[in-house]
């Protein structure tokens, strides 16, 4: 499962996705996630789920322009399987409705309970398959510049932009290392005797304790040899700090946020003036 997490991991391509600023990508990303949360709750007839047609049209057009493989975005929802499966199975048991498709003894489940409990579900789905596509397609360090250079007006308030912008990224950098790092620290315990896997929930989850110890450490020691290694390099924050690329706007940049404010567009027309 450790290695099915896509987030914070960067697929270096050259593609029409990766070549936008990571400005207008990371604003794209705040309103995709907002234009997820408009589009209509599915309690009602089927019609209601064109809005959720145009966002997976979208994602897999967005998918096709910055040629990230289908089976990568998949990938990194399989560790959520367990949290979209709860979704669905709480709001289908405990949503009500007028529609009955199956009543017996305490169970009751209705067709608005079912479209309400798929339409929560691929809203889930979305949100991790849209924000994947931002650390899939913008490298780190672009990342980073991005941030900061959004968070740049509050610099008159003397908020820390660079230095929130430097945090978020070795926050997000150092997932997969993480990651990676608990894979040999169990691969290890595992070749002298230890067991992950079988028993309850409650002994799964103490076998899982003599595994902190180890990466506590090792994130520890990780830690103070970037702190070193900033230091080395005379690294005192963002004052006076040059790039070598500078971000620029371009015509690709104007041209994806015509498209996300049409998709806006469409889902807000179509949650308030088609019929359900």
């Given at each position: ?40 709750d ?7 789920f ?23 975005l ?16 709480l ?8 529609v ?26 979305f ?11 913008t ?10 250079l ?13 230095e ?6 070795i ?6 290392t ?6 040999k620290i169990?691969k ?5 005797g230890a ?7 409650i ?22 040899d ?7 390099r ?25 498209v ?12 308030r003036?088609?019929?359900?």
């Open positions: 499962m450790l290695n099915n997490v896509t987030l914070g991991q960067y697929y270096p391509v050259d593609s029409p996705i990766h070549r936008l600023d990571p400005r207008v990508k990371l604003v794209l990303t705040i309103a995709f996630i907002v234009s997820v949360f408009l589009v209509k599915a309690s009602f007839p089927i019609s209601s064109i809005g959720y047609a145009l966002l997976l049209g979208f994602i897999i057009l967005a998918a096709r322009l910055s040629r990230v493989p289908f089976k990568l998949l990938k990194g929802l399989k560790p959520l399987r367990l949290i979209i499966l709860i979704t669905f199975i709001n289908l048991f405990f949503t009500g409705g007028s009955v498709w199956v009543e017996f003894w305490i169970i009751r489940i209705t067709r608005e309970a079912f479209l309400q409990a798929l339409c929560y579900s691929l809203r889930l789905v949100l991790v398959s849209g924000t994947s596509l931002l650390t899939l397609t490298s780190p360090i672009a990342l980073a510049d991005g941030i900061e959004l968070l740049t007006p509050l610099k008159k308030l003397r908020f820390p932009a660079h929130l912008a430097m945090m978020m990224t926050a997000l950098r150092f997932i997969p993480l990651l990676e790092e608990t894979d169990m290890a315990q595992m070749a002298r067991d992950f896997e079988s028993g309850n929930l002994s799964r989850a103490r076998s899982m304790v003599p595994l902190l110890v180890p990466l506590f450490v090792s994130a520890f020691r990780r830690a103070g970037l702190a070193m290694a900033m230091e080395s005379c690294y005192h924050g963002g004052e006076g700090r040059t790039r070598l690329r500078v971000l620029k706007i371009t015509r690709g940049d104007l041209l994806a946020c015509g996300v404010a049409v998709l806006i567009a469409l889902i807000v027309v179509e949650g003036f088609l019929p359900y």
